[in-house]
Nanobody, 123 residues
Framework: QVHLVESGGGLVQAGDSLRLSCTASGNTQRAYTMGWFRQIPGKSREFLAA????????YYSDLVKGRFTSSRDNAKNAVYLQMNSLKSEDTAVYYCAADMSSSELRRGRPDYWGQGTQVTVSS
């Protein structure tokens, strides 16, 4: 079992930056890919970014490529999402996820989810 806890959400203005963090606990000795999703009210959860454990390969959705950057610190069992040039349409609940398979995670089928953190961008 892996327990994921997100932090760093909040209310910001359009154009601002925000950094989300996700810390994993539990069975973190395994090589999990960790990533980020978001869910806008009334819409399905969408993939944003993922970072593999070993090679640190990073995947991004076209939705956020160029504005959002994900990184991880394996020593801290943490993954981060740096969000720049935020827009009102980025308002959503942001979720951290983990899975042994990066492809399963990117398909929206990770084994583990965090509880989510709200990001609100006012225009």
């Amino acid at each position: 079992q892996v327990h994921l806890v997100e932090s760093g959400g909040g209310l910001v203005q359009a154009g601002d930056s925000l950094r989300l963090s996700c810390t994993a606990s539990g069975n973190t000795q395994r090589a999990y890919t960790m990533g980020w999703f978001r869910q806008i009210p009334g819409k399905s959860r969408e993939f944003l970014a993922a970072v593999t454990w070993d090679s640190g390969v990073t995947y991004y959705s076209d939705l956020v490529k160029g504005r959002f950057t994900s990184s991880r610190d394996n020593a801290k069992n943490a993954v981060y999402l740096q969000m720049n040039s935020l827009k009102s349409e980025d308002t959503a609940v942001y979720y951290c996820a983990a899975d042994m398979s990066s492809s399963e995670l990117r398909r929206g089928r990770p084994d583990y989810w965090g509880q989510g953190t709200q990001v609100t961008v006012s225009s």
